[in-house]
C-alpha cells in the first residue's frame, strides 16, 4: 500500500520556464511533509519542507504548495536552470510515528532542456 | 566540515557472506536511519536509532541487523539470510527537537553480489 504517490515518473521542461512536481498522499495522520532532490549515485539532498499547519512555503525558486483537503502537494521551481535536472522524492511523516519514520515516493526524473 | 560518512562506496558480497555498510556522522544528531533504494523505487525504511543504545525496525528489517554504540555510529549489517541484498543504501541522520526538522543523507554505498 503506497502511502505516497508520484504519478509522474519523469517531467521535461524548458530551461527558464516553471516546473511543478506533484505529490500525492492518503494517510491522514501525515503532518510534516520534504522534498529532496537527487542526483545519481549521491544521497538525496533536502530542499523545503513544510508543516500541515500552513499551504504554503517558500525558499529561492523553490515553492511548496499544501492541499490538505485533496491530500496533494506539489513543489514549484521558477525559474528552472540545468542544474535542476535530477530525481525529486517527496516525503511524509506523521505525528503517529511520532516524527521518525519518512515516507517517500517512488520519484520523478526532472529533466531541464537548454 | 559537518556530514555524513558512508563507507565504502562500492561493496561487493559473496553468497552466504554477511558484510557491513559504516555511516558515521560529525552532526551531533540523536537519532540515524538505514534506507534501501531499489531502481524505481522509493527509499524504504530498514533500521532506525533515536538514541544510543536504542533502535526499531522499520518497514523492511529482515535479514538486517544494526548496532547503536555510539552516538556518531550506526552500522548496517546485510546477512546472508538477505536473498536480494543488491540495491544502493542510504544513511540518514536528524536532530531532534520539538519542531519538525528535515533528515539529512550520505552518499550512499551500492552493494552488488558476486
Known amino acids: 500500500d503506497q502511502q505516497v504517490k508520484q504519478n509522474s515518473p519523469s517531467l521535461s521542461v524548458q530551461e527558464g520556464r516553471i516546473s511543478i512536481l506533484n505529490c500525492d498522499y492518503t494517510n491522514s495522520m501525515f503532518d510534516y511533509f520534504l522534498w529532496y532532490k537527487k542526483y545519481p549515485a549521491e544521497g538525496p539532498t533536502f530542499l523545503i519542507s513544510?508543516?500541515?499547519?500552513?499551504d504554503k512555503n517558500e525558499d529561492g525558486r523553490f515553492t511548496v504548495f499544501l492541499n490538505k483537503s485533496a491530500k496533494h502537494l506539489s513543489l514549484h521551481i521558477v525559474p528552472s536552470q540545468p542544474g535542476d535536472s535530477a530525481v525529486y522524492f517527496c516525503a511524509a511523516s506523521g505525528t503517529s510515528g511520532g516524527n521518525e519514520k519518512l515516507t517517500f515516493g517512488t520519484g520523478t526524473r526532472l529533466t531541464i532542456i537548454p | 566540515d559537518g556530514g555524513i560518512t558512508q563507507s565504502p562506496k562500492y561493496l561487493f558480497r559473496k553468497e552466504g557472506q554477511n558484510v557491513t555498510l559504516s555511516c558515521e556522522q560529525n552532526?551531533?544528531?540523536?537519532?540515524m536511519y538505514w534506507y534501501r533504494q531499489d531502481p524505481g523505487q522509493g527509499l524504504r525504511l530498514i533500521y532506525y536509532?533515536?538514541?544510543?543504545?536504542?533502535?526499531q525496525k522499520g518497514d523492511i528489517a529482515e535479514g538486517y541487523s544494526v548496532s547503536r554504540e555510539k552516538k556518531e555510529s550506526f552500522p548496517l549489517t546485510v546477512t546472508s539470510a538477505q536473498k536480494n541484498p543488491t540495491a544502493f543504501y542510504l544513511c540518514?541522520?536528524?536532530?531532534?527537537?520539538?519542531?519538525?526538522?528535515?533528515?539529512?543523507f550520505g552518499d550512499g554505498t551500492r552493494l552488488s553480489i558476486l
Open positions: 552532526l551531533n544528531h540523536d537519532a
Open positions: 540518514a541522520s536528524r536532530i531532534r527537537t520539538t519542531s519538525n526538522q528535515p533528515q539529512h
Open positions: 513544510i508543516s500541515s499547519i500552513k
Open positions: 536509532s533515536q538514541i544510543v543504545n536504542d533502535f
